[in-house]
């Protein structure tokens, strides 16, 4: 994904350390500053935070954070990286824009910081859509407005939430990707398991699942046309045994009929009986 692809640049949405843009720059000590707990980035490369603080320890913090107050103290919108890397180089103050907002925009500006960086995985950014959805009460069209996608690559990602919560883990740590996913959910619960164990072992491409999986819906097919010929063969013995007379079982999609033969009144007369016998047995 490139910067492009987000339409605004994140300088629309989160400011510079400039006094006009509409925040207070301060410098707090770095250990005053809560993380937020419904940062969409759940996972953080450590041998990279390392780096950073290394950096940090020789120039400081160029880029501020941004925070919001909450009660006395502060909560991190944006800029967890740099809190994180700040804390472990020993840093007494680092530069912060302090910003009035709300939980639902301090959760787009996290989530646009991250989308622009490339940090979230493709399971993160699901979930961020999600409760975006569900608690904020967007539509698709207006999460993708807001985080710079198109309403179909939004609802692409969230159809990701469908997958199995083993392949979903699959997806978390990288050993297949968001496109890998997209394929398996055409499949159900066991084959989506057993292909994604096969991508992991083979290294698939994701053109390739797309053709192993298509291949997979197809024996299914066959082997479900099979299995309901087979039950229908089975059903028309029995009831043939049971009532005496020819039935035969015929099958119109999920529905169908059953036709019961009989030669004469008589037969009639003794099939009536017969299903009579049954159901009140």
């Known amino acids: 994904m490139t910067r492009k692809s987000l339409g605004r640049g994140i300088e629309a949405l989160i400011p510079v350390m400039k006094e006009e843009s509409g925040g207070e720059v301060l410098r707090v000590n770095p250990t005053a500053i809560a993380a937020d707990p419904n940062q969409p980035r759940q996972t953080f490369d450590e041998a990279k935070i390392d780096e950073l603080a290394a950096s940090l320890k020789e120039h400081g913090v160029i880029q501020p954070l941004i925070v919001r107050r909450i009660g006395d103290g502060y909560r991190l919108v944006a800029g967890e990286r740099r809190l994180r890397a700040a ?27 991250n989308l622009q960086r490339e940090d979230l995985g493709p399971i993160e950014q699901a979930v961020a859509f999600r409760r975006l959805v569900d608690e904020f009460g967007l539509t698709q069209e207006e999460v993708a407005k807001r985080v710079g996608k198109s309403r179909p690559d939004v609802a692409n990602t969230l159809r990701l939430l469908n997958l199995e919560p083993e392949v979903r883990d699959f997806v978390s740590d990288g050993r297949i990707s968001g496109g890998h996913g997209r394929a398996l959910l055409g499949l159900g619960r066991e084959a989506q398991i057993k292909m994604a164990r096969t991508i992991v072992t083979r290294g698939l491409s994701v053109r390739k699942t797309e053709e192993a999986v298509a291949s997979e819906g197809r024996r299914a097919a066959i082997r479900k046309q099979r299995s309901v010929g087979t039950r229908r063969k089975d059903a028309e013995e029995i009831l043939t045994a049971a009532l005496g007379s020819p039935v035969q079982v015929k099958c119109l999609g ?12 008589e037969d009639l007369e003794r099939l009536v009986e017969t299903i009579q016998r049954v159901s009140h047995a």
Do not use: C, H, N, W
């Open 87 to 113: 804390v472990q180089a020993g840093l007494q103050e680092v530069p912060v824009v302090l910003r009035e907002m709300d939980d639902r925009e301090a959760m787009e500006v996290s989530l646009v910081e």
């Open 254 to 265: 999920a529905k169908g009929t059953i036709e019961i033969s009989f030669y004469g009144e």
